[in-house]
Structure formats: C-alpha cells, structure tokens
C-alpha cells in the first residue's frame, strides 16, 4: 500500500518568509511524528500527535515552528519567518498504533529538503 | 551531547564479506534499539531492532548484538549485497520516552561489487 508522502519535496525560501510543509500518513495510522534532520546529522525529534492530539511539542526549536493535524490524518509543519538556521530535510513518520508501544514501528516518508536563502 | 554515537562517518566491504556497523549510546535508561537503513532522497526505512532483555536478534541477513555494560551495539550484515550500500543509522527509545527516537549520526556503507 501507500507509504508516508510528503510534499513539497524540495523548497527554497528566502529569509523572512512563511512556509509549510504537509505530510500524508499512512491510512489508518494514529501516531504521527516530525523530524528534523540537518545536514550530517542523525534525524531530531520536533513533535507527536496522537490522532488531531498534539501531546508532545518539546522538540521544536521555537514559536516560530507550528505543527497541527486538525482531522487526525494529513499534518502541516508551519515555519514562520524563516531563517537560515532551518535549513534542513523535514521527516514525518507515521505509526499504526499508540506511540509508547516499543513493537510500533516509525515509518518514514521522503521527508522535504528546504532550504532558506 | 550526542547520547547515541556512531563514530564511523563510513565504511567499505567487499560484496560477499561482513559489514559490521557499531553503535554506542550514553543514556543508561534507553530500553530498545533500532537500526534505520536510508538511501538518498529517500526517508529511513526500519531494518531490525533489540529490546534491552535481549544480547541478540536476527533476521535473515542482518544481525544485531547489543552489550548493555559497554552501552555498545552493532550490526552485522552477512553477506554484504551492493544493493546494502546505503546510510544506516542507529536509534534508541525509552529514557522517559518510547516514542521520541534519538539517532546517530549515521554510517555510509559502500558495498564494492
């Protein structure tokens, strides 16, 4: 079936600008994770929901980073004006069941690679 | 502080020999690990993991061993297929959390036909 789809996959954005990213989860999954992942670094945890229930936020970098999943499928990770420091690839993974489950298995998507100028 | 490490940045073996990928962690609380195997423009795709209560796990090909007083793990690849050529990153879970994965850095596996 259908994996974890990102979109875009690849953005450039100038400083100060907006932008969001938007992850489709594999159908049926209730966990949702984003990561972020800089350049020669090991992906970093930002955010998890639970269905449209965000329950943890502790990894995200500051208020300009907003993740939401109103209906408890699609996410968007919004940035809001951009630096250059958030250039870096941005994961979402999905899981079937209750995160917390050591036996739940993160499945990746492509991630989207921005970049800000 | 990096709490999971792999201090290789790459490796190189030859098609048919084993590829042994290592792994050290700091944080004594982690409970499972997992190994993520990545080719480029693509995200991690979950290869094998280990629970704490266990030295070993195998499937097929791939074996991890983990050490739990050295805080040392590694993956044994046997034997090494050019398709294998890829970033593989370890992972762990638990120390207050058993969702928040923290990874390495990653290693560069080169598979030479």
């Known amino acids: 079936g259908a994996g974890v789809s990102q979109s875009p996959r690849y953005k450039v954005a100038k400083r100060g600008q907006d932008v969001a990213l938007r992850c489709d989860p594999i159908?049926?999954?209730?966990?949702l994770f984003w990561y972020q992942q800089a350049l020669g670094q090991g992906p970093e945890f930002l955010t998890y929901?639970?269905?449209?229930?965000?329950?943890?936020k502790s990894g995200l970098p500051s208020d300009r980073f907003f993740a939401e999943r109103p209906e408890g499928s699609v996410s968007t990770l919004k940035i809001q004006r951009t630096q250059q420091e958030d250039s870096a690839v941005y994961l979402c993974?999905?899981?079937?069941?209750?995160?917390?489950?050591?036996?739940?298995?993160?499945?990746f998507g492509p991630g989207t690679r921005l970049l800000v100028l | 502080d990096q709490q999971v490490k792999q201090n290789s940045p790459s490796l190189s073996v030859q098609e048919g020999r084993i590829s042994i990928l290592n792994c050290d962690y700091t944080?004594?609380?982690?409970?499972?690990f997992l190994w993520y195997k990545k080719y480029p423009a693509e995200g991690p795709t979950f290869l094998i993991s280990?629970?704490?209560?266990?030295d070993k796990n195998e499937d097929g090909r791939f074996t991890v061993f983990l050490n739990k007083s050295a805080k040392h793990l590694s993956l044994h690849i046997v034997p090494s297929q050019p398709g294998d050529s890829a970033v593989y990153f370890c992972?762990?879970?638990?120390?207050?959390?058993?969702?928040?994965?923290?990874f390495g850095k990653g290693t560069l596996l080169t598979v030479n036909p």
């Open positions: 992972a762990a879970l638990g120390g207050g959390s058993n969702y928040k994965l923290t």
């Open positions: 944080n004594s609380m982690f409970d499972y």
């Open positions: 159908s049926g999954h209730v966990s």
């Open positions: 280990i629970s704490s209560i266990k």
């Open positions: 929901f639970q269905n449209e229930a965000q329950l943890d």
């Open positions: 993974a999905s899981s079937y069941g209750l995160a917390g489950g050591s036996e739940e298995t993160q499945y």
